[in-house]
């Protein structure tokens, strides 16, 4: 997933590397940045013709949850539809920027969503709602429910 450039804590993070390699002329390397951090390729394209930012605070975590989610092996509780619902709460700076922090990861989010469900089920409770899944996902993100 994050073989070659390791995972950034922030949008800018991605855009200071991204113009480290521009200014080397390392388009290859500039590519691969791009794909680990799911960044759509017509921004790259963009940014290597000279209009504008590498990528912006939405689109950096957009991608992280989209290669994230890629990643991920369905147990439980399939991870496409939380991550569906993630990447709608990004179109809010704040939550984007703290789906982008590398403390935080689809992988985590999902073992916390399945220990929250197995407590339902201790309790003799055999479904969670769809929402109640979506919010413990949004909580981890947040870290209201998952620890630090």
Same mark, same amino acid.
């Given at each position: 997933m994050y073989?070659?450039?390791? %995972?950034? &804590?922030?949008?800018?993070?991605?855009n200071a590397c991204a113009e480290g390699l521009l200014a080397a002329g &390392?388009?290859?390397?500039?590519?691969?940045?791009?794909?680990? %951090?799911?960044?759509?390729?017509?921004l790259v394209e963009s940014y290597l013709s000279?209009?504008?930012?590498?990528?912006d605070w939405m689109n950096a975590a957009l991608g992280k949850l989209e290669v994230e989610a890629a990643d991920h092996k369905?147990?439980?509780?399939?991870?496409q539809p939380v991550a569906d619902y993630l990447k709608s709460l990004c179109m809010e700076?704040?939550?984007? =920027?703290?789906? =982008?922090? /590398?403390?935080k990861n689809m992988e985590d989010c999902m073992k916390y969503i399945?220990?929250?469900t197995g407590e339902l089920v201790r309790k003799g409770i055999m479904y969670a709602p769809?929402?109640?899944?979506?919010?413990?996902? /949004? &909580?981890?993100? =947040?870290e209201e429910g998952a620890e630090k």
């Open positions: 073989e070659v450039f390791g %995972n950034f &804590d922030s949008y800018e993070e991605i &390392d388009t290859e390397h500039l590519k691969t940045l791009a794909k680990e %951090n799911g960044i759509p390729e017509f000279g209009s504008g930012e590498f990528t369905d147990k439980y509780v399939p991870v700076e704040e939550f984007a =920027r703290l789906v =982008r922090r /590398r403390t399945e220990t929250k769809d929402l109640q899944v979506f919010h413990w996902a /949004r &909580d981890y993100f =947040r």
